[in-house]
C-alpha cells in the first residue's frame, strides 16, 4: 500500500531580515514547501522533496544560497551545501564550489553515490570542495554555469560597498543580516526522514572557505527510528561547527520526553550559548529547524530556535491545502546572547 504522506519545513536563514522584505521571504517559503510536498505525493523520498524545496530557495536572489550568494573577498561566488538522508545515514557535501547552479543537487547526488561501488576498492567520496567539485559535477551531468551568473546585482553591491570600507582600513562590521543560510526538513509517513543546508557563507570571506553547510554534523543531520529526528542549520558557520549544532539539537529531541521545546531551549543555552567551545565571543549567533516524529503515533513537532535578530520559516503537511510561513523574532538586546524557541505539533 503506498502512503504519499508527509510534513515539510523550510528556513531562509537566522538573521536580520528587512522588514520591507518579510513578505516576500514568508512567500519564498511557501514555494519551497509546496514544491517539496509536491514531490512527496507523486512518490518522491523525502531526500527528493528537501533537495526540491531548497533548489527554490537557491534560485531565488533573496536568500545567501546559490544565485544571489555572498560574494568573497575576491568578488566571487562560493558555496556549501550537504544532505543527509536518514533512512540509510548517508551524507553528502559540497564546500567552496563555483558555477553550479543548485550546490543541493550536487550534494544529493554525492550522498546517493555513497551506495556505489566504485573501482579497484576506491571510496567514493562524501564531501568535495573547491576546483575537483567542479570536475566531479561535470562527470555527473548536475547543471553548471559561468560563476558569474550566479551574481546577482544586490550581492554585487553589497559586496562593493564593505571592500571600500576594508581598503579603506576602516573597521569593517560584517552585517548579520547577510549570515542566512537556507535550508529544509521532510519526513514522510514511514518516517523517513532527510535534511538539506545550503549558503553562500559570509561577506568577504576568504576564498576557499568552508562553513557549517559542508560539514558533517554542522549544517545537517537525519536520523531514522521509532522516533525520527532531522535538523537543518543557519547563522554564523564557526560557531555551529564548533558546536556540531544540527547533531546536538537532533539528538537532544530525540531522546526529550515530554517537552520538546524546553528540552530543546536547554540545549540552545547549555550546548550553544554557554557553550564552552564558544567561550569568549561577545555574541553567539546560531539557529535551526528541526522535526521529531514517532512513527508509533503518527504524530510530529516541528521546532525552531535562532539566537539572531530574527528566522524566517515555512511548513507544509501533505494534508495542508496552502503551505504556512512565520515571522521569529528576538529582542535586540537579547541577539547573541539568548535563544528563541517555538514549535508546533502535525500528524500524518
Same mark, same amino acid.
Given at each position: 500500500?503506498?502512503?504519499n504522506?508527509?510534513?515539510?519545513?523550510?528556513?531562509?536563514?537566522a538573521?536580520?531580515?528587512?522588514?520591507?522584505?518579510?513578505k516576500?521571504?514568508?512567500?519564498?517559503?511557501?514555494?519551497?514547501?509546496?514544491?517539496?510536498?509536491?514531490?512527496?505525493?507523486n512518490?518522491?523520498?523525502?531526500l527528493?522533496?528537501?533537495?526540491?524545496?531548497? +533548489?527554490?530557495?537557491?534560485?531565488?536572489?533573496?536568500?545567501?544560497?546559490?544565485?544571489?550568494?555572498?560574494?568573497?573577498?575576491?568578488g566571487?561566488?562560493?558555496?556549501?551545501a550537504?544532505?543527509?538522508?536518514?533512512?540509510?545515514l548517508?551524507?553528502?557535501?559540497?564546500?567552496?564550489?563555483?558555477?553550479?547552479?543548485?550546490?543541493?543537487?550536487?550534494?544529493?547526488?554525492?550522498?546517493?553515490?555513497?551506495?556505489?561501488?566504485?573501482?579497484?576498492?576506491?571510496?567514493?567520496?562524501?564531501?568535495?570542495?573547491?576546483?575537483?567539485a567542479?570536475?566531479?559535477a561535470?562527470?555527473?551531468?548536475v547543471?553548471?554555469?559561468?560563476?558569474?551568473?550566479?551574481i546577482?546585482?544586490?550581492?554585487?553591491?553589497?559586496?562593493?560597498?564593505?571592500?571600500?570600507?576594508?581598503?579603506?582600513?576602516?573597521?569593517?562590521?560584517?552585517?548579520?543580516?547577510?549570515?542566512?543560510t537556507?535550508?529544509?526538513?521532510?519526513?514522510?509517513?514511514?518516517g523517513?526522514?532527510?535534511?538539506?543546508?545550503?549558503?553562500?557563507g559570509?561577506?568577504?570571506?576568504?576564498?576557499?572557505?568552508?562553513?557549517?553547510?559542508?560539514?558533517?554534523?554542522?549544517?545537517v543531520?537525519?536520523?531514522?527510528g521509532?522516533?525520527? +529526528?532531522?535538523?537543518s542549520?543557519?547563522?554564523?558557520?564557526?560557531h555551529?561547527?564548533?558546536?556540531?549544532?544540527?547533531?546536538t539539537?537532533?539528538?537532544a529531541?530525540?531522546?526529550?520526553?515530554?517537552?520538546?521545546?524546553?528540552?530543546?531551549?536547554q540545549?540552545?543555552?547549555?550546548?550553544?550559548i554557554?557553550?564552552?567551545?564558544?567561550?569568549?565571543l561577545?555574541?553567539?549567533?546560531?539557529?535551526?529547524?528541526a522535526?521529531r516524529?514517532?512513527?508509533?503515533?503518527s504524530?510530529?513537532?516541528?521546532?525552531?530556535?535562532?539566537?539572531?535578530?530574527?528566522?524566517?520559516?515555512?511548513h507544509?503537511?501533505?494534508?495542508?491545502?496552502?503551505?504556512?510561513?512565520c515571522?521569529?523574532?528576538?529582542e535586540p538586546?537579547?541577539?547573541?546572547?539568548?535563544?528563541?524557541?517555538?514549535?508546533?505539533c502535525?500528524?500524518?
Amino acid at each position: 500500500m503506498t502512503n504519499n504522506n508527509g510534513f515539510i519545513a523550510v528556513h531562509v536563514g537566522a538573521g536580520q531580515h528587512s522588514d520591507s522584505l518579510k513578505k516576500k521571504y514568508q512567500k519564498l517559503c511557501r514555494e519551497a514547501c509546496k514544491s517539496g510536498i509536491e514531490k512527496l505525493k507523486n512518490g518522491g523520498s523525502s531526500l527528493d522533496a528537501v533537495v526540491e524545496a531548497t +533548489v527554490v530557495l537557491e534560485d531565488s536572489a533573496l536568500t545567501n544560497a546559490g544565485f544571489g550568494s555572498n560574494l568573497t573577498l575576491d568578488g566571487d561566488v562560493e558555496c556549501d551545501a550537504s544532505v543527509m538522508d536518514g533512512s540509510k545515514l548517508l551524507f553528502g557535501a559540497v564546500g567552496a564550489v563555483s558555477g553550479i547552479k543548485n550546490p543541493v543537487t550536487l550534494a544529493k547526488r554525492l550522498c546517493e553515490h555513497q551506495s556505489n561501488r566504485i573501482s579497484y576498492g576506491r571510496v567514493p567520496p562524501s564531501i568535495l570542495v573547491g576546483s575537483g567539485a567542479q570536475v566531479w559535477a561535470n562527470e555527473m551531468g548536475v547543471a553548471t554555469l559561468p560563476a558569474e551568473e550566479l551574481i546577482s546585482n544586490k550581492a554585487r553591491k553589497i559586496y562593493h560597498h564593505y571592500k571600500r570600507k576594508l581598503e579603506g582600513k576602516e573597521v569593517v562590521q560584517i552585517p548579520k543580516r547577510r549570515m542566512d543560510t537556507v535550508g529544509a526538513v521532510a519526513v514522510d509517513a514511514f518516517g523517513n526522514i532527510a535534511s538539506a543546508c545550503s549558503s553562500g557563507g559570509i561577506i568577504l570571506k576568504y576564498p576557499g572557505r568552508v562553513g557549517q553547510a559542508g560539514v558533517w554534523g554542522c549544517g545537517v543531520w537525519a536520523h531514522n527510528g521509532r522516533c525520527s +529526528v532531522g535538523a537543518s542549520t543557519s547563522g554564523c558557520g564557526e560557531h555551529l561547527i564548533r558546536t556540531t549544532l544540527a547533531r546536538t539539537i537532533a539528538e537532544a529531541i530525540a531522546t526529550a520526553t515530554p517537552n520538546h521545546v524546553t528540552t530543546l531551549h536547554q540545549t540552545m543555552k547549555d550546548k550553544f550559548i554557554d557553550s564552552e567551545f564558544l567561550h569568549g565571543l561577545d555574541q553567539k549567533l546560531g539557529g535551526a529547524i528541526a522535526i521529531r516524529y514517532s512513527l508509533d503515533d503518527s504524530i510530529g513537532d516541528l521546532l525552531w530556535t535562532h539566537s539572531t535578530n530574527s528566522m524566517i520559516l515555512g511548513h507544509m503537511s501533505s494534508h495542508d491545502s496552502n503551505a504556512k510561513s512565520c515571522v521569529s523574532s528576538l529582542e535586540p538586546c537579547e541577539v547573541g546572547k539568548k535563544a528563541i524557541v517555538e514549535g508546533i505539533c502535525f500528524r500524518l
